[in-house]
Structures are given as structure tokens and as C-alpha cells.
Nanobody, 114 residues
């Protein structure tokens, strides 16, 4: 089972990025998928999640700016990030839990800086 996160990079404040999380060895379709982030010196925090039925929830710091979506035919979950701020700088991870086992992607670095 592998989760592959990608799409990070360096972007100016106000810019956008789209992260992808592709699963192999598992089928995302029925599972809730989470996006977390970890900034330097800080604990990993939950950013957003999307249920198997497509219901999305967001933490306050990203509400109205981030959108999580899924394409089950591609076994992929996306995190569209708009109006990025320097405080969004972090390594972003995708995660899912299957039969009580946590699966994590390797993380993708997002840096928001002018």
C-alpha cells in the first residue's frame, strides 16, 4: 500500500497550487482521505478531509481558500490551494485509515514566499 503525494513547490503569496495524492495497493473509493501539514518546529495538523461520499471538511485557517476533491476512477484525491499565505508553508501529507491501519504519503513541500 502506497500513497504518493505530489504537486508542492514554491509560490508567491496569493498564488495557487494543486496537490495530488495517488493511492496504489488500495482503493480509495470508500475511504475518508485526510490532508495534514507540518510546518518547521510545529506539530502535524489536520487541514482538510473528504469522506468516501465526497463530503469535505476544512479547518478554520484554510476555509474558503482550500478545496479537497476526489477522482475515484483515478484513485486520487486533490487539494486545491488558493490565496496562499506564508503561514501555509509546510510539508503536506495525505493520509487514510484502512482496517485501523494508518497509511501516509511521503509528503510534499509547499513554500509560500516572495
Amino acid at each position: 500500500v502506497q500513497l504518493q503525494a505530489s504537486g508542492g513547490g514554491l509560490v508567491q503569496p496569493g498564488g495557487s497550487l494543486r496537490l495530488s495524492c495517488v493511492a496504489s495497493g488500495i482503493v480509495f473509493r470508500a475511504n475518508t482521505v485526510y490532508w495534514y501539514r507540518q510546518a518547521p518546529g510545529k506539530q502535524r495538523e489536520l487541514v482538510a478531509r473528504i469522506t468516501g461520499g465526497g463530503l469535505a471538511n476544512y479547518k478554520d485557517p484554510v476555509k474558503g481558500r482550500f478545496t479537497v476533491s476526489r477522482d475515484d476512477d483515478r484513485n486520487t484525491v486533490y487539494l486545491q490551494m488558493n490565496s496562499l499565505k506564508p503561514e501555509d508553508t509546510a510539508v503536506y501529507y495525505c493520509n487514510t485509515i484502512i482496517y485501523a491501519t494508518n497509511y501516509w504519503g511521503q509528503g510534499t513541500q509547499v513554500t509560500v514566499s516572495s
